[in-house]
């Protein structure tokens, strides 16, 4: 039959490579499911007009089956009542239906035969396509997760490329240009007490001048004491040469 083939083509399908080609992986086992499924049905129709054909058979071969029993029980009635004539004709009846039976048993048989393999090849399938459900729901997970982790990796990219740092440059400018106009605005506004940085460094000038101030008062001691030196001096030479006139 047609619609077996057609469905051992789509379980030998090779599944991996059909995805690998596929732009959109989802869309395309929903189409293979789909298939499947359509399938099924096909199948299902078809193995049940088989089993109504089969019934009508086995209808019409029973009503052979009791013609025949029927010209045989005529045909020995016949013989018995002495009618050679009437059972032969009986006889001859019965052949045919005879022949009708045997017809017809084979037609049964070709169609219970049908009827079996069309239950194994539903039976076949629909594992076939629980297996390929399941294979959807993994495959679908798995498509998500990677599509997701490509996105994160490509915003990862993005966030570190030139282009971000040249946005937040771009940023940085646009903050310090309105932090210049918001001062220009409000220009008479006081300026903000001394940092901290500024009090140090007055305190440490204070430092300087006063050490400055001792440094004038040593050089002014020492000035001093040189000075005092240099008339001491003057004077006991003074004293000596009056010694010597006297």
């Known amino acids: 039959m047609g619609i077996f083939s057609r469905f051992k083509d789509i379980v030998s ?3 991996s490579s059909m995805l690998d080609r596929a732009e959109d992986p989802e869309k395309m086992i929903r189409l293979m499911i789909r298939e499947m499924e359509e399938t099924l049905v096909e199948i299902k129709a078809s193995c049940a ?4 054909a089969s019934k009508r058979i086995g209808r019409e071969l029973d009503e052979a089956r009791a013609k025949a029993d029927l010209w045989a029980g ?4 016949a013989v018995e009542r002495g009618r050679e004539d009437m059972a032969r004709e009986a006889l001859l009846e019965r052949r045919r239906h005879g022949e009708r039976v045997e017809t017809l048993e084979d037609e049964k048989a070709r169609a219970d035969a049908l009827v079996d393999q069309a239950r194994a090849d539903i039976g076949q399938l629909e594992e076939k396509l629980e297996a390929a459900k399941e ?3 993994l495959l679908i997970q798995r498509h998500k ?4 982790k490509h996105q994160a990796q490509g915003r990862v990219r993005a966030a570190g490329g030139a282009e971000a740092m040249v946005r937040f440059e771009r940023y940085e400018q646009r903050i310090e240009r309105l932090e210049a106009e918001a001062g220009l605005v409000n220009p008479s506004r006081p300026a903000e007490g001394p940092s901290l940085e500024d009090a140090f460094r007055r305190l440490e000038e204070g430092t300087v001048d006063e050490e400055l101030a001792e440094l004038k008062r040593r050089a002014a001691e020492r000035a001093g004491d040189q000075t005092g030196g240099r008339s001491g001096g003057a004077a006991a030479k003074g004293a000596a040469s009056a010694d010597a006139a006297e």
């Not at 005529?74 to 009635?77: C, D, G, K, P, S």
């Open 74 to 77: 005529r045909a020995e009635l």
């Open 49 to 52: 007009g088989t089993m109504a």
């Open 145 to 148: 997760r990677a599509a997701a």
């Open 135 to 137: 294979k959807q729901r």
């Open 13 to 15: 399908a090779n599944l």
